[in-house]
């Protein structure tokens, strides 16, 4: 069953349309890799998922119905986080606000949450009390995605996790996605590194706005003309 829906999508800012036209499914309970060069418009279909943009043409379905153009706050009400690519933590406040942060929209009890996101993220327990600007990248992004777990979180959007980091922390970061798939939550993806394929179900690429490819990620991973083509092999 399909949890979210993107239908012909049409988006930009402006007069500028970045997106011609763009369709996925996402799968419930799965990875799903969104893969392509920069500027191919993943952010921006990020953006236009989570209601930053509003798509002037198609239709965003969460089981089932259209939630195009709902406002960011009510989507993490529905059990939609995002995790941008910059700007995704308050470097000037502990680690540990930065997860209170994450639970500003929960009017019930969040502390046992905190504590199972330090567990699941042991590295950051050691550094609760220290302002998140001190953290290294691969740190910060454990603690962005931990922010977004703090409303458990049905889908969860993640742009480019893994950009900048060491290859043994972008194991390390996708071994934690693939962690968290297990608990029930579904990935939308988004790279520029095909080991995402890795971790992934399902894959699409998209460039200029548009859907390239798509088809398990398995298949994508072996194809020489898509490697070639689209990513960077
Ligand atoms: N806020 C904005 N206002 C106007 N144009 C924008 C804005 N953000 C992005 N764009 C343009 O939209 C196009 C797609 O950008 P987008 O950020 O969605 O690409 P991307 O696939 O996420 O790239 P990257 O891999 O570099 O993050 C680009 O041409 C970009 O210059
Ligand atoms: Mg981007």
């Known amino acids: 069953m399909s949890i ?3 239908e012909n999508i049409v988006s930009g800012y402006g007069s500028m349309e970045v997106l011609h036209g763009v369709s996925l499914n996402i799968e419930d309970g799965k990875i799903i890799a969104l893969l392509g060069p920069n500027g191919a418009g993943k952010t921006t279909l990020l953006r236009t998922i989570f209601g930053v943009v509003k798509p002037t043409q198609g239709q965003v379905l969460f089981k089932g119905s259209d939630i195009s153009g709902t406002p960011p706050e009510k ?3 529905k059990g939609i986080c995002y995790v941008p690519q910059e700007g995704n933590i308050f470097p000037t406040l502990t680690v540990q606000e930065n997860l209170e942060m994450g ?4 009017e019930d ?3 046992l949450r905190m504590e199972e996101i330090f567990e699941f993220f042991p590295s950051l ?3 609760r009390k220290s302002s998140a600007g001190e ?4 740190m910060r992004q454990m603690l962005a995605i931990g922010r977004a777990l703090m409303v458990n979180p049905e889908v969860l959007l993640l742009d480019e996790p893994s950009t900048g980091l060491a290859p043994v922390l972008v194991d390390h970061i996708f071994e934690r996605i693939a962690a968290l798939n297990k608990q029930g939550v579904t990935v939308l993806l988004v790279e520029q590194n095909a080991q995402a394929l890795s971790a992934a179900d399902k894959a699409y690429i998209i460039e200029g706005g548009e859907n390239k490819a798509e088809g398990s990620a398995e298949e994508l991973r072996n194809n020489e003309e898509i490697g070639r083509l689209y990513l960077g092999r």
Request: hydrophobic share 35%; glycine share 10%; proline share 0%.
């Open 135 to 138: 953290l290294s990248g691969g």
């Open 75 to 77: 989507m993490t009400k």
């Open 125 to 127: 327990t050691d550094r």
């Open 103 to 106: 639970a500003f929209t929960r």
């Open 4 to 6: 979210l829906q993107l």
């Open 109 to 111: 009890d969040w502390r």
